[in-house]
T-cell receptor, first 111, second 114 residues
Framework: NAGVTQTPKFRVLKTGQSMTLLCAQD?????MYWYRQDPGMGLRLIHY???????AKGEVPDGYNVSRLKKQNFLLGLESAAPSQTSVYFC??????????FGPGTRLTVL | QKEVEQDPGPLSVPEGAIVSLNCTYS??????FMWYRQYSRKGPELLMY????GNKEDGRFTAQVDKSSKYISLFIRDSQPSDSATYLC??????????????FGQGTELSVKP
């Protein structure tokens, strides 16, 4: 039982490049979330999903897209990376309406 | 004003000290309260979970919720260097119409010195 896993762990992009971050969970959770964490800003919700095939915007959705084609996977895409998207990205999942379980994070640097 | 306020610290204490971490909030609809611990360069992990008001104890950790004051606390007894981490409070009204979204505090960085 791996819980929540994220791929890749680290990535360096040049401005304008695109990439996809993959989150996978093996707990059969309905809800999944993408956050970014920046110094002094805490955790900020980017997008979330309440079930397979659904997505919704969070607090800071601009510049990101998401897809939930399979229940166990939640993908976060950056179409045209900007230096302001340099951050640590965390995925989380939840089986109910409260507690969330987090992945180990992806450190992204945009040059 | 943020919905959840948490002193970011950093907080430095000697080993064996009692640590008190706190959050205040403004939304009276919050009913579920959590504390997460985040070690450096790791993901947050759930430490304590409390529903509504009251206390919950787990080993050296005690979580308190005072809904009348909109104030939650985490106490760590006999603190150890291994407790050095960032502690984040989180809360939600609950209910599936909320999408399970949590509102997080900024996190308090704790350092326990040997």
């Amino acid at each position: 039982n791996a819980g929540v896993t994220q791929t890749p762990k680290f990535r360096v992009l040049k401005t304008g490049q695109s990439m996809t971050l993959l989150c996978a969970q093996d707990m059969n959770h309905e809800y999944m979330y993408w956050y970014r964490q920046d110094p002094g800003m805490g955790l900020r919700l980017i997008h979330y999903s309440v079930g397979e095939g659904t997505t919704a915007k969070g607090e800071v959705p601009d510049g990101y897209n998401v897809s939930r084609l399979k229940k166990q996977n939640f993908l976060l895409g950056l179409e045209s990376a900007a230096p302001s998207q340099t951050s640590v990205y965390f995925c989380a999942s939840s089986g109910g309406a409260d507690t969330q379980y987090f992945g180990p994070g992806t450190r992204l640097t945009v040059l | 004003q943020k919905e959840v306020e948490q002193d970011p610290g950093p907080l430095s204490v000697p080993e064996g000290a009692i640590v008190s971490l706190n959050c205040t909030y403004s939304n009276s609809a919050f009913q579920y309260f959590m504390w997460y611990r985040q070690y450096s360069r790791k993901g947050p992990e759930l430490l304590m979970y409390t529903y509504s008001s009251g206390n919950k104890e787990d080993g050296r950790f005690t979580a308190q919720v005072d809904k009348s004051s909109k104030y939650i606390s985490l106490f760590i007894r006999d603190s150890q260097p291994s407790d050095s981490a960032t502690y984040l409070c989180a809360m939600t009204p609950g209910g599936y119409n909320q999408g399970g979204k949590l509102i997080f505090g900024q996190g308090t960085e704790l350092s326990v010195k040997p």
